[in-house]
């Protein structure tokens, strides 16, 4: 195997390891929430503030990472974010307040945030040719840590005894995921020696594609947040069992496993993914419209097309991948997609909430969702067909990268 090859394998392992740590920080949490706050005297108030945090660091954080990463070098700051990430994870496990437990989680979100936003532009870097493959790798191991922080903390914190076991868990794992960084550092130049052709924040607000992406990302992200949080409430209130409601979130959940290995290497195939997004968009309204109407008697077909639904999700990071000439770009597009997106996504599980208390059903709530797959589509409309960044900002592309698609 040549020494390229090697590098390739090693920084490929490097970023499942990275990806599958991508979500255990912000759902690993919601399992264990009712110890948590038994064990910490945590209020509700400041139990909300916890499950809101995620959504907000990624607002924040994320949008500094393309910056930050022009300072210290990519690798460099991938290896620090899941040195933080670990560290924060296990501060939070053994706090003894709610300040500390909250104090220690928001280092560990914005690691994590800021390691969402760049895998795209890693990729790109070191996949310009394929994007497709190595985008689905990623989004599936990131499905899979999604899914494996939902269903196995608790088990690990029933077998140790402990809430804490359970969050502290996944602070082991990030561990283990920096040591593939540790031989990725080389690949990062000095700080001074960085370019300076890099594309500043301020010039995406001119973009109407940046614009367009940030609003896709953004509302496919209010329908996940929304679903997950509360799916499983709509199936109890429909008189399932705790136990099959959660199976039921799992089917949803679980869904998005294949399609996340499969979609990407379809969609970078495809001159104009335009038909995967309104097939993908078509799934969440027939899934809601079924719990509106039938929500017991259909109930596993539901939560499998809304879980269908979801996989918009690894689409929109592969033409964040695809609408940009150069990893510099799609550092840039991937930053202001996702802290403009969970912007707009903070509003979904809020407004959820809000209707169902001022209703005091699902119908509205599941009405709403279903009114705002529209400007998800419209917006998905406007990134599917073969555009780019550099071009739309009006700047000399990098030569060294292809322009054309790449292939899966």
Known sequence: ?????????????GLVVL???????????????????????????????????????????????PWVARTLGVHRLMLLSLAVLAGGLGVRAYADSSALFIAATVPALAAMATANVLLPSLVKEHFPHRIGLVTAVYTTALSIGLTAASLLTVPLAEAFGSWRAGLA???????????????????DIKPEMARHDTIPT????????????????????????????WLAQVYR???????????????????????AFVLPRIAVR?????????????????????????????????????????GIFPLVLTLIGLR??????????????????????????????????ATGGWTVPLTVLALL??????????????????????LPPDLSVPSGHARA
């Open 237 to 259: 209130d429909a008189g399932f069992s705790a136990e099959t409601a959660g199976l039921l979130l799992g089917v949803a959940a679980g869904a998005g496993i294949p399609l």
């Open 270 to 310: 495809m001159p104009n993914q335009a038909p995967l997004i309104l097939g993908l968009c078509a799934s969440y309204v027939v899934g809601y419209t079924g719990l509106i109407l039938w929500p017991v008697a259909g109930a596993w077909l539901w939560a499998l097309l809304i879980g269908i639904g979801a």
């Open 19 to 65: 990806a599958v740590n991508l979500r255990p920080a912000a759902v690993s949490v919601g399992p264990v929430l009712q110890d948590v706050r038994r064990g910490l005297a945590m209020s509700a108030a400041t139990a909300g503030v916890v499950t809101t945090l995620p959504v907000l660091c990624f607002a924040g954080f994320g949008a500094l990472a």
């Open 1 to 13: 195997m040549s020494r390229h090859r090697r590098t390739q394998v090693f920084t490929a392992v």
């Open 373 to 394: 797959v529209i400007p998800q589509a419209i917006a998905g409309l406007l990134v599917s067909r073969p555009q780019y960044l550099e071009d739309d900002l009006r």
């Open 169 to 187: 868990g996944w602070a082991l794992v990030a561990a283990v995921a920096a040591l593939p960084w540790l031989g990725l550092l080389r690949h």
């Open 324 to 357: 940009a000439r150069t990893s510099d770009g799609t550092a840039a597009l991937s930053g202001f997609s996702q802290s403009v997106g969970y912007l707009i996504a903070a509003v979904g599980p809020f407004l959820m909430g809000a209707l169902y208390g």
């Open 202 to 229: 301020r010039a995406m607000l001119s973009s109407r594609l940046a614009w367009a992406m940030a609003l896709f990302f953004g509302t496919q992200s209010l329908q996940a947040y929304a679903v997950f949080g």
